[in-house]
């Protein structure tokens, strides 16, 4: 059995981590401001370059659901998901969305690449945990979920 799913990073020491992810979410932030009108008007007071700390990402503006639902509204044919969308709509592999419980859905477009790093957070996870090929794990969605489904396959 394997002893870890990752080496590089599962050996990692915090001091590497910690650099490791404040290179990443600068390199995020210089990426949305790059490729979403939305973004770089949002970000505009932000500079990668005074990211130095985990402390300084508090620093960066929160947005709101209702920021993002406009965002969304302004959609064009370029940007079907409107000026927040930062990957070209030929990368986007699938659309998912909220529930719309407090207002409009917001809608989430995935790429290849996104699905990939879900699948391997998933499996980092799961490995973590103990988790081997040869276990059954069930995944069961929220109770809600499960009656509405009920009632649909009876009607």
Do not use: C
């Not at 080496?7 to 390199?27: A, G, P, R, T, V």
């Amino acid at each position: 059995m394997a002893e870890y799913w990752n080496k590089e990073f599962d050996i990692m020491s915090w001091d590497q981590l910690h650099i490791y992810w404040l290179e990443s979410f600068k390199n995020l932030v210089e990426h949305v401001k790059a490729s979403s009108p939305f973004y770089s008007k949002h970000l505009e007071d932000i500079s990668s370059k005074n990211i130095k700390s985990f402390q300084s990402i508090t620093k960066v503006p929160f947005m709101t659901k209702h920021e993002i639902r406009d965002a969304q509204m302004k959609g064009t044919r370029e940007f079907p998901l409107g000026t927040i969308q930062t990957a070209k709509t030929r990368d986007i592999v699938q659309v998912i969305s909220s529930s719309g419980t407090t207002g409009r859905p917001v809608y989430y477009g995935i790429t290849e690449r996104d699905l990939e790093s879900w699948r391997d957070s998933l499996a980092n996870f799961t490995f973590t945990a103990g988790i081997r090929r040869e276990d059954v794990v069930l995944h069961i969605v929220a109770y809600r979920f499960l009656q509405e489904a009920s009632l649909i396959s009876k009607a």
